[in-house]
Each structure stands twice: as C-alpha cells, then as structure tokens.
C-alpha cells in the first residue's frame, strides 16, 4: 500500500500531493468496471430529448488531438503530465448544435454521474478521451470514452462515459459532489471546507486504491469467483 502514499511536491494545487502512478480509482472501489461495448458510442440528450448519438467515426472526424494536463483527486493524489487523446466536449456540443444550457450531466455506464454548469463543461480543456499516454484507454482508466476535467477534482472525469444530458433544471448531484469542484479553489466538498478534508481524506487513498485495483483483477481472471454481478460491490462507498 505503500505505493499509494502520495508525497510532497512543488508545483501542485493547494493540498495535493504526488503519485507517481495513476491508481484505479472509486467512491465504489468494490465495484469492477462495468462491461463496455469496445465501440465508442456517446448519447447525447436535452432535457431527456435524445439529441445525437456520436460513434467513434464521429468523434474521429471531429479531429481529436493530444493535451497533456495534470489529474487531482479529491482524496488529495495527483499525477502529472498525462497525455490525453481526444475532443474537447464544447467541440463535440457544437458539432450537434445544442444552445448554451444551465447544467450538464456526464454519466458512465456504471451509472457514476458528475454534473457541470455549463462554463465548467465547456472550458476548453474539458475532453471526450479515447486514449491516454497513446494507448486505447483500457478498463482500469475508463474505456472506451472517458471525459476529462482537469480542472476540476477527478470525480467530475466520468469514466466509461456512455452520456451526457443537458438539463436547464438543476440536477441532484451526490452529497460529497461539489457543483463546480475546482482545484484550484480547492472546492472538495459542497459544505465542508477543502483543508479540513486534506487529511481524513488522504488516509483513505491507500485502501481505496487497494480495493479498486482489487476488483479489477478479479475481473480480469476469468476463472475469479464471482457469483453474479453484485458480490463485490456490497457496502463498497469508501470515498470519491
Ligand atoms: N464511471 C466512473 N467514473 C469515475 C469513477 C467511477 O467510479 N466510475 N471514479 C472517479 C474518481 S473518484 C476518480 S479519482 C477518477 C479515477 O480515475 P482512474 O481510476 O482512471 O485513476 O475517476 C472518476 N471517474
Ligand atoms: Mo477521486
């Protein structure tokens, strides 16, 4: 566990430290990655009205392009300088035409959600991925599509992303979700003050990094024993 002890370094946002490894990471670290179609497939909706639904040839036409950016959870870990591969979401929302909308909701095909306000989501550096360090994501970091905010405390960075619905009523969002969660405000908590949290927050990295990466191996072994979807996700909020 030792590896997932992050440690002082210059240069990050306040409260951060440094992993030198991206981690599989969850609020529900007992849960393994959902099963993925290998085919982007992104629906897009307003107010509930489908909208568009954008395949990976969609996507590829929108020119997707590199941006190396840093990444912050909200437990205080950090990784720097990673290479995205993919298309910034207000390209992706101009594309289909849909107008400036209060908030946006990115889901992913584990049913995680973040919601955005709309100048959050359409920051220039907020991305539809499909490739990290220049690899296909793989399932530990969010294939096939994974949004992207870097910004914006990790939670928001919907992996497996299958959604994203534009609302003009404010949505529900989960009681330790920030409606912004900027970094750089350290905006960790919709209440409770981001210092205050650096601590307990960080003790719980090591276990949580543990049991994700645990899950995705049992997963992964084909002759895991594994009784129906629903074993492994049992009482499995730890933190985000
Ligand atoms: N679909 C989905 N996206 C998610 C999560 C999740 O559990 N499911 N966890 C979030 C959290 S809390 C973090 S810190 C990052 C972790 O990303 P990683 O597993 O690629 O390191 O993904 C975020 N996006
Ligand atoms: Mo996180």
């Not at 990050?12 to 849960?31: A, K, V």
């Not at 020119?63 to 190396?68: E, F, M, Q, V």
């Not at 601590?199 to 090591?206: A, D, E, T």
């Amino acid at each position: 566990m030792m590896r997932y002890w992050p440690r002082r370094a210059g240069g990050l946002p306040p409260g951060q430290r440094l992993l030198s490894e991206m981690p599989r990471f969850s609020d529900r670290p007992c849960l393994p990655p959902p099963v993925m179609p290998v085919e982007p497939r992104l629906e897009i909706r307003r107010d509930g009205e489908p909208v568009a639904v954008l395949s990976a040839r969609d996507l590829e036409a929108l020119g997707p392009r590199d941006h190396t950016a840093d990444f912050h959870c909200v437990t205080t870990w950090s990784v720097t300088g990673l290479t995205w591969t993919g298309v910034p979401l207000r390209d992706v929302l101009a594309a289909v035409g849909v107008p400036e909308t209060p908030y946006l909701v990115a889901g992913g095909g584990d049913r995680w959600r973040a919601v955005f306000v709309w100048p959050d989501a359409v920051a220039p550096d907020v991305l539809i991925a499909t490739r990290l360090n220049g690899a296909a994501l793989d399932e530990r970091h969010g294939a096939p599509l994974r949004l992207v905010a870097p910004g914006q405390y990790g939670y928001k960075s919907v992996k497996h992303l299958v959604a994203v619905d534009l609302l003009t009523g404010e949505p529900r969002a989960d009681p330790k979700e920030h409606p912004r969660a900027r970094v750089a405000f350290e905006e960790r908590h919709p209440r409770l003050p981001g210092r205050l949290l650096r601590l307990p927050y960080r003790l719980v990295i090591g276990p949580t990094a543990y049991l994700a990466e645990r899950s995705l191996r049992r997963r992964a072994t084909p002759t895991g024993e594994r009784h129906g979807g629903e074993d492994d996700s049992g009482g499995g909020r730890v933190d985000r």
